[in-house]
């Protein structure tokens, strides 16, 4: 089952946006990142859909881990999106932006 994430989504009084940005991203040593300031994920254009999938869960992950203060470790938080990763994939679960659903 494929989930549009383009509209973005809640985590409590906040509305997180989800964008796809190339330019942005360039050059950076990473597949995606979560503003907290303007509540929005950017993530990497031009990447496997499995890929596109793990690091929205990752920012995701990061979102929460911001808004409720839980202080996770990076390190919590990679295993979270590696979890979570996993299982959602496992019982059909794909994020996808639009119907763009990465390079593969
Ligand atoms: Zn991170």
């Known amino acids: 089952m494929k989930v549009d994430i383009s509209k973005g989504f809640d ?3 906040l509305h997180f946006n989800v964008v796809v940005d190339g330019p942005r991203m360039q050059g950076e040593h990473t597949f ?6 303007t509540q929005t994920i950017i993530l990497r254009d ?3 859909a499995d890929r596109l999938s793990a690091t929205f869960l990752h920012e995701l992950v990061e979102a929460v881990n911001n808004q409720f203060e839980l202080q996770l ?3 919590s938080i990679c295993a979270l999106e590696s979890g979570l ?3 959602l994939k496992g019982l059909g679960i794909e994020f996808v932006i639009g119907g763009s659903n990465g390079t593969d």
């Not at 995606?32 to 300031?37: A, R, T, Y």
Request: net charge neutral.
């Open 11 to 13: 985590i409590g009084a």
């Open 32 to 37: 995606g990142v979560c503003c907290h300031i």
């Open 46 to 48: 031009n990447v496997s």
């Open 73 to 75: 470790p990076h390190s």
């Open 85 to 87: 990763s996993q299982a």
